[in-house]
């Protein structure tokens, strides 16, 4: 199993970035994805994620700014980042849950990406 994400990079506050995901080595479709971010100092934390089913979940930190999706035929999930604030600032990871639904717990993800640096300056 293999998790690339790429799209992280440096931002004012205020702008947008988009993170990719993309999955390889076993049935995308089969498993629900999540996003995870660790900012200096702080523990990681839940994110955003979808289910198989394209259900979506967010904390409630990035409602209404994040939106989470993905594309089954290409194996990738997108996580769109708006209105983004110095907060933010993290180095975010991809994961992969073979539960049905969307979890927030790290235990419930049995893969993980290398991670992405986002940082949002003031």
């Known amino acids: 199993v293999q998790l690339v994400e790429s799209g992280g990079g440096l931002v004012q506050a205020g702008g947008s970035l988009r993170l990719s995901c993309a999955a390889s080595?076993?049935?995308?479709?089969?498993?629900?994805m999540g996003w995870f971010r660790r900012a200096p100092g702080k523990e990681r934390e839940f994110v955003a994620g979808?289910?198989?089913?394209?259900?979506?979940d967010y904390a409630d930190s990035v409602k209404g700014r994040f939106s989470l999706s993905r594309d089954n035929a290409k194996n990738t999930v997108y996580l769109q980042m708006n209105s983004l604030k110095p907060e933010d600032t993290a180095v975010y990871y991809c994961?992969?849950?073979?539960?049905?639904?969307?979890?927030?717990?790290?235990?419930?993800?049995?893969?993980w990406g290398q991670g992405t640096q986002v940082t949002v300056s003031s």
């Open positions: 979808i289910s198989r089913g394209s259900i979506t």
């Open positions: 080595g076993r049935t995308f479709s089969s498993y629900a």
């Open positions: 994961a992969q849950s073979p539960l049905v639904w969307v979890k927030v717990s790290p235990e419930s993800y049995d893969a």
